[in-house]
Nanobody
Framework: VQLQASGGGLVQPGGCLRLSCAASGNIFSMNIMYWYRQAPGKQRELVASITSGDTARYADSGLDRFTISRDKAKNTVYLQMNSLKPEDTAVYYC????????????????????WGQGTLVTVSS
């Protein structure tokens, strides 16, 4: 089981990007999904989260500009980022609490937590 993050890149201030994080493997369910970011010289910080019931929460930094969503069928979580600012420059990581599936199709307990490899977002003119 692994997570593959993508979608980062260089964008001008005011621009937008959509990050994706796809989980692959024998997955029963993705329970809670997070996006974190780490700017140079700073600690990793939580950006947004979404539950299996689609309850989304945001840090103040992304409120009204970022939207987290998920595609259950694709085991993928997204982060749509609009009105990007230079201070959004960071490596963005997905973090997923998920349940694996056994040979009978039932969830395996306990769930596991995985980190994606990170995708770099640079906001600069």
């Amino acid at each position: 089981v692994q997570l593959q993050a993508s979608g980062g890149g260089l964008v001008q201030p005011g621009g937008c990007l959509r990050l994706s994080c796809a989980a692959s493997g024998n997955i029963f369910s993705m329970n809670i999904m997070y996006w974190y970011r780490q700017a140079p010289g700073k600690q990793r910080e939580l950006v947004a989260s979404i539950t299996s019931g689609d309850t989304a929460r945001y840090a103040d930094s992304g409120l009204d500009r970022f939207t987290i969503s998920r595609d259950k069928a694709k085991n993928t979580v997204y982060l749509q980022m609009n009105s990007l600012k230079p201070e959004d420059t960071a490596v963005y990581y997905c973090n997923v609490n998920l349940s694996l599936k056994d040979e009978h199709g039932y969830p395996v307990a306990p769930p596991i937590v995985l980190w994606g490899q990170g995708t770099l977002v640079t906001v600069s003119s």
